[in-house]
Every structure is written in structure tokens, then in C-alpha cells.
């Protein structure tokens, strides 16, 4: 059959929702079409570990053209979608040139973003750490930040401000970052910026009353008191009420002064969702059916991040998002042969994360694992879950390089 014939699918994002669907697609049965401001798959899980260079950036993404062939891929934002007409708006993300395209079916995985809670100062002072330009980013700033600290003509508070690297929020992100730093810190930087150490500070700003509160009790636990042992200040029940320039308000009016603050505190919608006028859950995501399937849209399915049942939501996951992804692709074969599906079920595997000296966290079902082993095991199973074979070499080749040699501090 030729393109002109099949069914056009365009498919938006080519995150982990959009990039397991596309994976998993008999691609040939569709004329496909991906609209994307990022022409690339970013394996998340293991950005904070680029913040620092542990890994290397490129080492954790694969370019949507080679790892999908045959797809028809734009670098644009999708602005506005009209469903009677069944086109969408989008914008070029390289010169913000409007285009349309028509769709028979359409695909939303546009993902969330960082969520502010509309806090001043946040957009304009904080880090994010959601794309690898923002953990370059941050990479930049580290550096920057110890460079300033060593100018000869510094008064001691300024040069604990420089070094006082803040967190906020003490999620999975958040910890892995601050471990990711202390590691930096511990294993890179004692010789060459021998004279600052006693300045240095990383602190973690918690609005609840614990860090990985969507962890077992037991390894939030494990994970303080490593923290205390690792010298990383954890501050519970301290939500955060305005960022200055050079340091955050508390809402207990402490003032905490910092060189780098990255904010990591959950997600919220995209402006494309927000915009479009369909049926959306308590927090603000497109409600679908139990195929994923937006409430009486033809031809428009929505899933990941920014997708929720009505009955049920979802974490806001990779495993949830690729599962989806694979699940909407049988999904879409079988609409071309009208054979019938059975409502999609998530089977959740466990949680894992990184929280420095080499220690990782597992909670799986059966098992609630910890300590040095467990890194082991949160190594091989993120080499595992890599997307490519060239990730998996590059990933294995940087933390070798990063054992050997140690992170690059070089500043350009
Ligand atoms: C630092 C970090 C670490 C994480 N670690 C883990 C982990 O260890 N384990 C885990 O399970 N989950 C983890 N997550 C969460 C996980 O990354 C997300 O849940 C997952 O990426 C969601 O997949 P998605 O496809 O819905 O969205 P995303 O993967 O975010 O993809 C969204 C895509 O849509 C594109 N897009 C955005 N707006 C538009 C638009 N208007 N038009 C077209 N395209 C658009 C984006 O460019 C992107 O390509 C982590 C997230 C972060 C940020």
C-alpha cells in the first residue's frame, strides 16, 4: 500500500510514552508522522547522574530519525489541535514557523512540566532538571560556582553562599541529584579546590515530613541517615514561599542563601494541555478511557504524563509511560483489523534510585533492597533498560572513564 493510502498517525513528543509506541508499531501499516521540539529519546532515569559527569550527555539519548526509520519527523510544537477538522497546529521550535498537519489518528504524549506552584522567583532563579540542556546547565553552574568561590578577594559569607548547593524537593530526582553532587564533591573536587572544602554545603528542602515519601518507610529512613552520615542537610516541613536571586524565603521566614538551587518538586501540565478544551483530571490531565482513547474525541488517544484514566492515575513513571506506549501500539494494529482488546493493565515492578557512595535504593515487591549490592543491581538494570545497544556501550564506557579518571571539572 502506498503512504498516500494507509492511515495517517501523527504521534506528538518522543518521550517514553510516544517512543514505545513508535518502537513497538508495526510502522509499516500507517503513514507516521512525529511532531517534537526534541528530536531526540532521553533515558530520564539517569540525567542527574550527566549533572555532574559522571555520565556524559550524548551517552543517554538516541535521535528519533535513526532509532524509528521510516517515520516522517517535524522539530515543532504542537500549538492548538482542531478535532473537526481533524488537524493540528504547529509551531517550528527552530523559528516558530506555524504549520498544520492532518491526522486520522492522533497520538498526545506530550509529557508535564516542572511544576512551580507559581512560587515568585522560581522560574526566573531555580535549575530545572527535566532536559539534558538543563543538566548542562547545572554542569555549568557547578563549575562556575566553585571558580567564583576561589577569587582571592571573597568575604567568607560569599563564599559559603557560592557553595551552598540547595535542593528542593526530596523526591526520587531531587536525592539522586544531591547524591550525584555529594559524590562530585567527595570523589573530584577535595584536591583541586582543596581551600573551599570547609565551605561546601548541600541541602535538601522538603515541604512534607520525609524524602522519598513514595519509598517504604524503611529506605526513606536509610536514605536520612546516610544523608546525615554524607553531611547533606535534609530540612523537612520546610515548603519553600519566594527565591531571590542569591537565596530562598522559607516559610517559617528562615532566609537560605545559595550559589545553585535546582528545583525538583513534581510536574504540572504543558501549555498544550492546558489549552485544549477536554474533560481533565483533579491534576490537570487529559482523562481517557481504559484504551486510552480521549472521552468522546474521534481518532485521539492521549497517554504518559499527561494522560490519566478517570478511575485511576497513575505515577507520572517511565515504566507507566513505556507501557502505555506498547500497549496503545496493539491498540492501533487492531483498530486496522477490527479486532477487539482487553482494557489495558499496569504491572508495576518496583522503584529504584541512586543516593550516592555508591549505594542504591530497590523497592520491589518481595524485596526492599539497600546499601552497595542494591547499586550493583540499580546498575545492571538501567543498563538493561537503555533503549540501544550504543547507550548501553556508551554508559558502561563513562562510568569507567569516570572510575579510572575521575569527572571532568574543566570549565569552556
Ligand atoms: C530527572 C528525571 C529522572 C527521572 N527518573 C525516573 C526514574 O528513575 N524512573 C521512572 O520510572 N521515571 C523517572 N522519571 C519520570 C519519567 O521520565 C517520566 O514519567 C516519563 O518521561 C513520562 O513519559 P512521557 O512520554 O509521558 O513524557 P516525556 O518523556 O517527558 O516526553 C514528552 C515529550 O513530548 C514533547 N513535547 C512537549 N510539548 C510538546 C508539544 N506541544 N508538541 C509536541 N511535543 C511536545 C517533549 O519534547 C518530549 O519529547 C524521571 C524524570 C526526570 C525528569
Excluded at 537560605?256 to 483530571?281: C, D, K, M, Y
Aim: aromatic share 10%; hydrophobic share 40%.
Amino acid at each position: 500500500m502506498s503512504d498516500l493510502h494507509k492511515p495517517k498517525l501523527v504521534v506528538l513528543g518522543t518521550g517514553f510514552a510516544a517512543f514505545s509506541l513508535l518502537k513497538s508499531l508495526k510502522r509499516s501499516a500507517f503513514d507516521t508522522t512525529v511532531v517534537s521540539p526534541r528530536n531526540h529519546f532521553l533515558f530520564t532515569p539517569l540525567l542527574p547522574s550527566t549533572t555532574v559527569g559522571t555520565l556524559e550527555f550524548r551517552s543517554i539519548i538516541e535521535p528519533i530519525r535513526k532509532s524509528v526509520p521510516g517515520i516522517r519527523y517535524f522539530q515543532a510544537r504542537c500549538a492548538d489541535v482542531d478535532t473537526s477538522r481533524k488537524e493540528i497546529v504547529c509551531n517550528g521550535a527552530l523559528d516558530g514557523t506555524p504549520f498544520r498537519l492532518q491526522y486520522d489518528t492522533l497520538v498526545i504524549a506530550v509529557g508535564a512540566v516542572n511544576n512551580t506552584y507559581n512560587i515568585p522567583g522560581v522560574e526566573q532563579y531555580a535549575l530545572f532538571l527535566k532536559e539534558l540542556l538543563d543538566a548542562r546547565t547545572i554542569r555549568e553552574r557547578v563549575i562556575d560556582c566553585f571558580e567564583r568561590a576561589s577569587q582571592p578577594t571573597l568575604t567568607e559569607d560569599r563564599r559559603k553562599q557560592l557553595l551552598h548547593f540547595v535542593v528542593v524537593g526530596g523526591g526520587p530526582t531531587g536525592v539522586e541529584f544531591a547524591a550525584e553532587m555529594h559524590d562530585f564533591v567527595k570523589e573530584d573536587l577535595q584536591k583541586p579546590y582543596s581551600p573551599l572544602i570547609p565551605y561546601i554545603k548541600i541541602t535538601i528542602l522538603e515541604a512534607g515530613p520525609s524524602i522519598l515519601s513514595t519509598f517504604d518507610g524503611v529506605l526513606s529512613d536509610y536514605t536520612a541517615r546516610l544523608f546525615r552520615r554524607q553531611q547533606i542537610e535534609v530540612r523537612t516541613n520546610s515548603p519553600v514561599v519566594q527565591v531571590a536571586a542569591e537565596a530562598i524565603t522559607l516559610k517559617n521566614a528562615d532566609i537560605v542563601p545559595f550559589g545553585l538551587l535546582v528545583w525538583s518538586t513534581g510536574i504540572g501540565p504543558t501549555g498544550l494541555i492546558q489549552s485544549l478544551p477536554f474533560a481533565r483530571s483533579k491534576t490537570l490531565r487529559l482523562v481517557t478511557d481504559e484504551w486510552f482513547r480521549v472521552k468522546g474525541i474521534d481518532g485521539l488517544y492521549a497517554l504518559g504524563d499527561c494522560a490519566a484514566f478517570e478511575t485511576i492515575e497513575f505515577p507520572a513513571t517511565s515504566q507507566v509511560a513505556q507501557q502505555e506506549g506498547r500497549y496503545l501500539a496493539k491498540i492501533l494494529e487492531a483498530s486496522l483489523t477490527g479486532t477487539t482488546i482487553a482494557p489495558f493493565q499496569y504491572h508495576h515492578y518496583g522503584m529504584l534510585a541512586y543516593v550516592g557512595s555508591n549505594r542504591a535504593l530497590a523497592d520491589l515487591a518481595t524485596v526492599k533492597g539497600r546499601g552497595l549490592a542494591t547499586w550493583i543491581f540499580w546498575r545492571s538494570a538501567y543498563l538493561t533498560k537503555l533503549v540501544s545497544i550504543k547507550n548501553k556501550i556508551l554508559v558502561v564506557f563513562d562510568w569507567a572513564k569516570t572510575f579510572v579518571f575521575g569527572r571532568d571539572i574543566s570549565r569552556f
